[in-house]
C-alpha cells in the first residue's frame, strides 16, 4: 500500500465520470479500486439507473464515493433512463444530448468537491471549458480509459478537446503496445499516462448452477465459450454462419448473442429466427445459446473452457489471457480491429477470423478453422508484482503531475 499522502501533503482525489455505458464504466471502476487500494480518494459520478451494479463491482473502500447526477430533460427522452443498455442507438444519442445539459451541475459538483484530477470520457467535449478554471491543478488527463489508440483517438477527441487537454490517459502498458503509445505521444504533441491493462481481481461470486453442472459435463479445457460483450451485436446472417463454425468444429460450446436494444421483441425468439434449420436440435447434447447478461468471468476461469470466441473488447481479451483461454477474434467495430490486429499481430496470442475484404463478412469454414489454431504469450499479465507496479508508477505520475 502506497502512502495516502501526496508530497504536498494532501490525499490525491480523482473524480471518475464515465460516459453512461458499462463498456465504460467498467474500467473506470476497475481503475477506480486499484488506484483507492493505493490510497487514492475517488469520486464516481454516474446516473442513477447504474448505481446499484456500479457498487456491486467497486470494492467496498472508504476512499471511494459514488455520486449519483441527475439526467436532465430532453424531448424523446423517457425520463429514469441513464444506460445506453436499456436504450435504442436513436436514444443514446439524446443520452448524449442529457449529457451536454449536465454542465452546470457538474460544474457545482467540482467546486464542491475539489478534486486534484477528473477522468472523463470521449463525449464531455464541453468539460476542459468548465473545469479548467476549477481545477485545483490546472494539469488534469483527459481521454477515455478505452484502448483508444491510434485512429479513434483522432476521431473522438474533436478539435476543441485537443487543445484543451493536457495529458492522455490510456488503459495500456508499454510491455502491450509500447511503440504505438510513442507514437501517440508525438503526434499529439502530450505525455501519455498508462494505467496498465487493470488486470480484474477474481469475482467474489460463484457461477450459477445451470452454468455450473453444464459445464462440468465436459472435460478441461474442451469447451469453446463465445460473446461479444456488453454493446456488439452480430446480424442474423452472421449469427449463422458463428453458428454452424461452431457446430462444424465438433467441439462443446456456449455461445451467448444478444440483439441492438430497441424496446420491442423477444431476443429468444430473435435468437431463433437467427438460427439455421435444425441447427438446435442437431447440437442440443453440446451446445447452448444464451442471450442476455451471463457471467463471464466465472465462465473463462471455469477448468473445462478452453477457447474465447470474441468481438476484441479490450476487457474481454485481458479476461481471456488472465484465464489462459485461447483466443479467437471477430472484431466488429472501433477499437476491437485495433485491439485484434495488436493480439494476433504484434503479441500472437490469438488467432484473428479471416473475413471477406468486401464487407468483412467471415463464414462458417472461416470460424472453424481458426478455432483450430492455438496462441500464446500473454505471461506478464499473471504475474501479480507486475500488474501492481502498474498503478504505482501511475499513482505516482499523478502525484507528480499535480504537485
Ligand atoms: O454478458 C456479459 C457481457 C459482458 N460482461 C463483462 O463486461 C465486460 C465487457 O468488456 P469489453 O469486452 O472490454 O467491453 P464491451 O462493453 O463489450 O466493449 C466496449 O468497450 C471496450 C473497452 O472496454 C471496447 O474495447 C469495445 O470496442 C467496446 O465495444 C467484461 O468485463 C465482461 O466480463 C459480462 O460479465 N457478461
Keep these: 500500500m502506497e502512502s495516502q499522502e501526496g508530497s504536498s501533503g494532501s490525499q490525491l482525489h480523482v473524480v471518475m465520470f464515465p460516459w453512461l455505458a458499462f463498456g465504460h464504466i467498467t474500467p473506470f471502476v476497475q481503475l477506480s479500486n486499484k488506484l483507492a487500494s493505493h490510497g487514492v480518494q475517488i469520486s ?12 456491486s463491482s467497486l470494492s467496498s473502500s472508504p476512499l471511494i464515493k459514488i455520486i449519483p447526477v441527475h439526467i436532465p430533460a430532453v424531448d424523446g427522452l423517457p425520463p429514469g433512463l441513464g444506460c445506453t443498455a436499456d436504450m435504442s442507438p436513436a436514444l443514446a444519442d439524446l443520452l ?10 457538474i460544474e457545482s459538483l467540482l467546486i464542491d468537491l475539489e478534486p486534484h484530477i477528473v477522468f472523463i470520457d470521449f463525449v464531455q467535449h464541453w468539460f ?7 481545477i ?44 504505438y503509445l510513442d507514437y501517440i505521444s508525438k503526434i499529439y504533441g502530450k505525455p501519455v499516462l498508462l494505467t496498465g491493462p487493470l488486470v480484474p481481481e ?16 465436459f472435460p478441461a479445457k474442451s469447451v469453446v465459450f463465445c460473446s461479444f460483450g456488453s454493446e456488439t451485436f452480430l446480424q442474423d446472417e452472421q449469427i449463422k454462419e458463428l453458428v454452424l463454425g ?14 441492438v436494444p430497441d424496446g420491442g421483441g423477444d431476443s429468444n425468439v430473435k435468437l431463433k429466427i437467427a438460427f439455421p434449420i435444425g441447427f438446435a436440435e442437431r447440437v442440443q447434447d453440446r451446445g447452448m445459446v444464451h442471450t442476455g447478461w451471463v457471467q463471464q468471468q466465472l465462465i473463462l476461469a471455469h ?67 481458426s478455432l483450430l489454431i492455438m496462441g500464446n504469450g500473454k505471461d506478464f499479465l499473471l504475474k501479480k508484482y507486475i500488474q501492481d507496479s502498474f498503478i504505482t508508477n501511475f499513482v505516482a505520475e499523478m502525484k507528480r503531475i499535480v504537485n
Design 202 to 217: 477474481p469475482p467474489i461470486d460463484k457461477l450459477e448452477e445451470k452454468w455450473e453442472k453444464w459445464l462440468q459435463k
Design 44 to 55: 464516481f459520478l454516474s446516473a442513477p439507473v447504474n448505481i446499484q451494479r456500479i457498487s
Design 246 to 259: 461452431l457446430e462444424q468444429t465438433g467441439l462443446p460450446f456456449i455461445a451467448v448473442l444478444n440483439f
Design 136 to 179: 485545483r491543478y490546472q494539469n488534469f488527463p483527459f481521454r477515455s480509459l478505452r484502448s483508444c489508440l491510434r485512429s479513434l483517438l483522432l476521431t473522438n477527441v474533436s478539435k476543441q478537446c485537443e487543445n484543451c487537454l493536457t495529458l492522455l490517459l490510456l488503459k495500456s502498458c508499454d510491455e502491450m503496445e509500447g511503440p
Design 303 to 369: 477448468d473445462s473452457v478452453g477457447c474465447y470466441v470474441c468481438h476484441a473488447g479490450l476487457s474481454s481479451v485481458i479476461e481471456a489471457f488472465m484465464n489462459d483461454c485461447q483466443l479467437v477474434l471477430l472484431p466488429q467495430r472501433g477499437d476491437q480491429f485495433l485491439n485484434s490486429k495488436l493480439v494476433s499481430g504484434d503479441l500472437e496470442a490469438g488467432v484473428q477470423v479471416t473475413r471477406d475484404d468486401e464487407h468483412g463478412h467471415f463464414n462458417e469454414e472461416d470460424l472453424c478453422t
Design 96 to 105: 448524449k444530448v442529457a449529457l451536454d445539459k449536465m454542465q452546470p451541475q
Design 128 to 134: 476542459p471549458s468548465i473545469a479548467s478554471p476549477l
